[in-house]
């Protein structure tokens, strides 16, 4: 099976076996860039277990431990906020890693005095929770006074602008996935 290949089918037979169900999966070499991407996916919700390790010849029982990816904790808001308005951070400081997923979400540190330009939004609905520092969310009509704790809803192609207060601002983002830009050969057309 060509490499590229190798990970997407086993990931495919994984999620066909019932909860309790098991396969071995028997390799040249250890699997642990495989491991790495299970303990990702399924933190806690799958069973490794080596049955063999010889050069040449390894074998891995894998068992689905949970019907779903379980719930898990995937930052300390406490610590994305800790350092507000350090110098020389800025930009996208967080990111929701998991592949398989409908949302996405970033954590936005704009040094103090800084900001994000008025804007027209992207075409999902944005929740914004201020999680350190302060400023202002900047609309067409008004601006809103942004401080740790807001919940603030972005309406999808709203106009919106940032402006960081004088000890920066640090905000998360919450929105439905978008699906990536994807290259496809063009039409064909007949002359």
């Known amino acids: 099976m060509p490499k590229p290949q190798k990970h997407p089918a ?9 909860v309790g169900g ?10 642990r860039h495989l491991r790495d991407e ?4 399924h933190p806690g919700g799958h069973g490794w277990e080596y049955l063999m390790r010889e050069r040449g010849n390894w074998r891995v029982r894998l068992t689905r431990l949970a019907s779903t990816p379980l719930p898990r904790v995937l930052a300390d808001a406490g610590a994305l906020a800790a350092d507000v308005g ?7 400081v967080w990111r929701l890693q998991e592949g398989e997923r409908d949302l996405d979400s970033n ?25 350190a520092g302060g400023g202002r969310l900047v609309t067409e009509r008004e601006s ?9 809803w972005l309406p999808r192609l709203s106009r919106r602008g940032f402006e ?7 905000y998360l983002t ?18």
């Open 10 to 18: 086993i990931f495919a037979a994984y999620e066909a076996l019932p």
């Open 22 to 31: 098991a396969f071995i999966l028997v390799n040249d070499h250890d699997p």
């Open 38 to 41: 299970f303990e990702a996916r």
């Open 86 to 92: 350090a110098p020389g951070v800025g930009g996208a």
């Open 107 to 131: 954590v936005i540190a704009i040094p103090p005095g800084g900001g994000i330009g008025a804007h027209a939004g992207p075409d999902v609905d944005v929740l914004v929770h201020v999680l």
């Open 144 to 152: 809103v006074d942004l401080a740790p704790g807001a919940v603030v």
């Open 164 to 170: 960081a207060g004088a000890d920066g601002l640090r």
């Open 174 to 191: 919450v929105h439905r996935r978008r699906q990536a830009l994807a290259i496809a050969d063009a039409p064909h057309r007949d002359r």
